[in-house]
């Protein structure tokens, strides 16, 4: 599966972002999709999952200002960042997580920038 992250970019305080990432297959199988992100000097940390039937998890740090959210009809997930807060900069990676026989693979998209400031 290959991934494709968008939707990144320089946004103030307080404003809106929504995050995409197109697969290159049909994602109904995917067990579990997520965004991470990772800051400067930081490790890489979970933002939001979205798992097949639609249940999700979040951070404690974007709930309430995070949606997470999959389209299998468009292979897509989503990320719509409200209420953006100057420490949510950081390049932010997708994730795709598939349970076949034999085992599990991850699947990585590239990477999208998201930039919060004045």
């Known amino acids: 599966v290959q991934l494709q992250a968008s939707g990144g970019g320089l946004v103030q305080p307080g404003g809106s972002l929504r995050l995409s990432c197109a697969a290159s297959?049909?994602?109904?199988?995917?067990?579990?999709m997520t965004w991470y992100r990772q800051a400067p000097g930081k490790e890489r940390e979970l933002v939001a999952r979205?798992?097949?039937?639609?249940?999700?998890v979040y951070a404690d740090s974007v709930k309430g200002r995070f949606t997470i959210s999959r389209d299998n009809a468009k292979n897509t997930l989503y990320l719509q960042m409200d209420s953006l807060k100057p420490e949510d900069s950081a390049v932010y990676y997708c994730?795709?997580?598939?349970?076949?026989?034999?085992?599990?693979?991850?699947?990585w998209g590239q990477g999208t920038l998201v930039t919060v400031s004045s």
């Open positions: 297959e049909s994602i109904l199988r995917i067990s579990a």
């Open positions: 994730n795709a997580h598939k349970v076949m026989v034999g085992g599990a693979v991850d699947y």
């Open positions: 979205v798992g097949r039937s639609g249940t999700t």
